[in-house]
Structure formats: C-alpha cells, structure tokens
C-alpha cells in the first residue's frame, strides 16, 4: 500500500527533553512538510523540504529541527527550546510545491 | 499566516440536506484547495482548484472558486452521518514570498444530524 506514516501516536516529552517525530512516505514524493495544528485552528506550517538535503523554514520554525537525507524520511525534532510543544503533528507531501498533499495520521505530542 | 478564513465556524444540518461552506482569502492565489479532517486524524484532500477555474464536481462535491471576490464554497450535497468532520480550505499564494506553501484556514466543523 502506498501512504505516509507517522509514529509514534503519542509521544510524551519531559521538560528540556529533545524529542524527534518519524514521517515516512513511499508514493515516491519529492516535497514534504511538517505542520502544527492546535485544538480549534487551522494547520501552521513548520519546515518544509523540496527535495532530498534541502529543506526550508515555514512560519513557525523556531524550536524545530529538520533533516531530509532520504526521500522517503522527513524526521522532525522538537526542541527544548520549544517551550509550548503541546500540539497534534501533521506530516504532509507532495509530488512538488503547490500541488495536493497527502496526510499522515498524526502525533500527538504531550508534555509531562 | 491565515489566508483562508472559513466561514460558518460551525454547521450543524439534518441528514440529507445541502452544507455549504465559504472560504475567503487576501492575495493572488494560484490555486485552492479544500481539505476534510474527521476527529483527531489527519487531512484527506476533497478538491484542488486552479485560479483559471470557476467550479470543480466530485461525487458529491460541488467547487466554485471567484477570484474577483477572493472566495470559494464547498458545496456537499444530500449530506450524510460520516460527512460530519471538519473543512478546510487552503490557498497557494501565486507569486512572492510564501509562494510555495499551502496557507489553511481555522475550518469549519460540519455536524450532521442521522
């Protein structure tokens, strides 16, 4: 089956904790994403990657690390610099910018 | 950013019945794209469409896109119990700084009464 996946469903963090959120995807995409979605908004975007070892900031990047060194992976890491990580984690890609995205299920990242 | 804003915020109708929903957006976009998200998963794309294109059908599914008023509707047509979720509507700005990213909505959640 082709899709996207993300693991964990959940993922606790402990204060000053890094914590990293797996994206995998094998419709052989070139453009990934990561967004952020808190309860009642819409989805914010934190880094996206055009293409393998490069990646861009979105609107919200700050306290999130990135790296693309596969096509089909796309990890995010969330910092402890991220000081309100509380959120539902979307991972996203794409055949190339602009274009329709398809969805992972989602990680729900909680703070203990 | 926000460039999508949804509007109702909530809708609530009997099975069977028509929902629409309206989006309205600021700059140039190139193109629109609505979205649905059932509880606590990820987003499933309805419909993508083009700023040269007026309306776009799928299944039950009723586009129209009005550039000159900056506004889209999602129309769903004799609704059903599983279309109950919400709706988001996402633009791709059409040139300049954010030209590449999907800019969403804060949605519009869809109840529908069996």
């Known amino acids: 089956d082709g899709g996207i996946t993300q693991s964990p469903k959940y993922l606790f963090r402990k204060e000053g904790q890094n914590v990293t959120l797996s994206c995998e995807q094998n419709?052989?995409?070139?453009?990934m994403y990561w967004y952020r979605q808190d309860p009642g908004q819409g989805l914010r975007l934190i880094y996206y990657?055009?293409?393998?070892?490069?990646?861009q900031k979105g609107d919200i990047a700050e306290g999130y690390s990135v790296s693309r060194e596969k096509k089909e992976s796309f990890p995010l890491t969330v910092t402890s610099a991220q000081k309100n990580p509380t959120a539902f984690y979307l991972c996203?890609?794409?055949?190339?910018?602009?274009?329709?995205?398809?969805f992972g299920p989602g990680t729900r990242l909680l703070v203990l | 950013s926000q460039q999508g804003e949804e509007d109702p915020q909530a809708l609530s109708i009997q099975e069977g019945e028509n929902a629409t929903m309206n989006c309205s957006y600021k700059?140039?976009?190139?193109?629109l794209q609505w979205y649905r998200q059932n509880s606590g998963r990820g987003l499933v794309h309805l419909i993508l469409?083009?700023?040269?294109?007026r309306e776009k059908h799928s299944g039950r599914l009723r586009v129209t896109l009005d550039t000159s008023k900056k506004s889209s509707s999602l129309l769903i047509t004799a609704s059903r119990a599983a279309d109950t979720a919400s709706y988001f509507c996402?633009?791709?700005?059409?040139?300049?700084?954010?030209?590449?990213?999907?800019?969403f909505g804060k949605g519009t959640k869809l109840s529908v009464i069996p």
């Open positions: 996402a633009t791709v700005n059409n040139s300049g700084a954010g030209s590449y990213q999907l800019t």
């Open positions: 419709l052989n995409h070139d453009a």
């Open positions: 700059t140039s976009i190139n193109n």
């Open positions: 990657s055009q293409i393998v070892n490069d990646f």
């Open positions: 996203a890609s794409s055949t190339y910018i602009k274009e329709t995205q398809y």
């Open positions: 469409i083009r700023s040269n294109e």
